[in-house]
């Protein structure tokens, strides 16, 4: 007779669990009925440990009832993942490690060391799953539906995995769904040999055909093509055999000789400026009025490349259409290339430009279009390839540089004065003499001569005098001033913060100009000598910029660096609102940094800096007796004056190869001036209507599709 060991949990006033054995005793392969209805989840956890042995601990969330019921014996073996299942459909999941098993709410169950590989399918469990032929990002993509929300599904890039922790038995599915997926692509690149045709219009031709009207269709409908102007071949790729095969004959019914008379054909230029490509292939070509008389090291490494190149177009011409020429075109191209950025490193302005837009030259004849930017060439086949692939290395987007200044200037200025001034008059009158004395000193505002005519023209500090009536002098009735003392201390600070930004495109000089334009006296003539001359008197002047300009050339080495070029200038007028300044006879103060740095893509670097501290002590006294301790203060004038200036000039160039980073800069500029515009809102008033403050729209414009952007330079718009 088989034993039977039977564990079973009813629920009337209590829930009761007994073990009942039939039979004398109880093996690990003993067919067990399991029979728990409503019982709480600790109690089926303390049966089942007992049953199979393993230490369970419960989380003081776990709380609840389940229900296990079995018609027939089960082995103990598979009570254990029968409690997993159990738990699972609680809500709940078992996390065994270190010989203790642990129940927890699911959520939590990933963030807890689970063992890593394979385990028993209620079990939450950790795996690495690598991929070979296929890419994990995308692969994770189908994968996430299988997935509860609560575990982990992440890609691991640098090793194309797919990182999972979920139960064992999902797991192992989601293995067989990965077997399937990463399988070798079936696809091979396939070159069409081109005979007559360019492959580089025939490759834009299938884009334009095939690609453009795909768009938006699954990956494997698009096709990948690139042309080699080396073999003048096209190569294709594409995961569906039939859409491969319609493309193969469209390229050979594309590659026959061209029924037009003459050879012309029109080049569209997606980037680049047609007419300076037109005088780049004219220097190649060797016509008449190229720059090769020019001296300079960029100069001459020009001409040799473009030597190279035009001596190899009648050999290309000679040779037919087989391209073997455009190996070395393409070479000399790229020294062309590498001439003009020489140019540029060793500080010399760019080769004088002819207005020439039409040349005929080494068999062929070239038209540079500027209204449609197109060029025009007419030539024959073997030709034209070549001058093609040097086109089309030309033609490329040219990256621009976002470049963020800051010039801050701070200015602490302290001063003071303090004098004794007087004089004696007394009882001066037409007929009488008298003596006169006293001290004077100081300019218009300071002196007691001046205030005593003038009494209001005091100038600022504290003034102190002693006033015995007035006397005249000269019809003018001045007052009778004896004793004037004056004390003043002056505190002038100054914080100047300047941030302009520039957008440049790559080898271009941008220039940022602001401020305002004064007038300064440059001639004049004035009638004084009273004749009756019939010149009428004139003043001429000239407009002087005064602000802040920044001039900027920046080059985007190959290392990705960025050569700056700078030229930086902070003007103001020194004496504004004198009255020399109102005629015309101002003085400035101007400060002037020209420099070439060299500063890598983001970072931010310091362009110099100016810190000027001077320090003036001046005395007016009377000899002798303003050197005498205490006295001499009654007979002396003091003035002292201390000034600092630091000013700094930081610059950070940011590059952006795509639209996508261009209007990402765009949009976060757009958004802050959105929120200082916002921030100087006029306040309602009751008495004052309201008026509407123009404001940009709300949101910045779409121009690209958000991405994070790095710290700015600039400082966060005010509240």
Known sequence: MIAKFSLCATLSRSLVVALVFAGTSATAQTPVTLNFVDADIDVVAKAVGELTGKTFVLDPRVKGKINIQSAKGVSPGLAYPTFLSALRMAGFAAVESGGVVRVVPEVDAKTLPTPVGSGAGGAITTKVIPLVNQSAAQVINALRPLVAASNALVVYPPGNAIIITDYADNIRRIEAVISRLDTPSVAAPEIIALNQANAIDVAALINRVFNEAAAGSEARDRLQVTADTRSNSVIVRSEDANRLSRVKTFVQDLDRPTSAPGNIRIVYLKHADATQVAQTL???????????????????????????????????NAAGATGGGNTALANAAAALNSASSSAMSSGLPAPSQSNQTAFNAGGATVYADAAINALVISAPTPVYNNLRAVIEQLDVRRAQVFIEALIAEVQADKAAEFGIQWQALDGLT????????????????????????????????????LLRGAFTYKGVEIANLGLLARALQNDTTANI???????????????????????????????????NNSVTPFATFERKDVGLILKVRP???????????????????????????????????????????????????????LLQEGFTNGQDKVPVIGDAPFIGNFFRYDTRKRTKTNLMIFLRPTVLRDARQTGAISDERY??????????SPETRA?????????????????????????????????
């Open 282 to 316: 004219r220097r190649v070509l060797g016509a008449d009025g190229g720059n090769a008389s020019s001296s300079s090291p960029a100069s001459s490494a020009s001409n040799a490349a473009s030597s190279a190149l035009g001596s190899l177009l009648p050999a290309a």
């Open 687 to 719: 008495m004052l209507p309201d008026m509407s403050n123009p404001v940009l729209p709300l949101g910045a414009p779409k121009s690209a599709p958000a991405t994070p952007a790095s710290p700015a330079l600039l400082p966060a718009p005010t509240k």
């Open 430 to 465: 037409k007929s009488s003499t008298q003596g006169f004395g006293g001290t004077n000193f100081g300019g218009t505002g300071t002196n007691i001569l001046g205030i005593s005519a003038n009494p209001t023209s005091a100038g600022r500090g504290l003034n102190l005098g």
């Open 555 to 609: 080059l985007i080495t190959e290392g990705g660096a960025i050569r700056l070029q700078l030229y930086q200038e902070v003007s103001s007028v020194a004496d504004a609102g004198s009255t020399a300044a109102q005629s015309g006879l101002s003085s400035f103060n101007k400060r002037v940094l020209e420099s070439t740095v060299l500063a890598d893509d983001g970072q931010i670097v310091v362009l110099g800096g």
């Open 497 to 531: 913060l300047s941030m302009p930004t520039l957008l440049a495109l790559d080898n271009e000089e941008a220039k940022f100009s602001g401020g305002q334009t004064v007038p300064v006296l440059t001639g004049q003539y004035a009638n004084s000598t009273g004749s």
């Open 671 to 680: 958004r802050v001036l959105g929120l200082d515009q916002q921030a100087v």
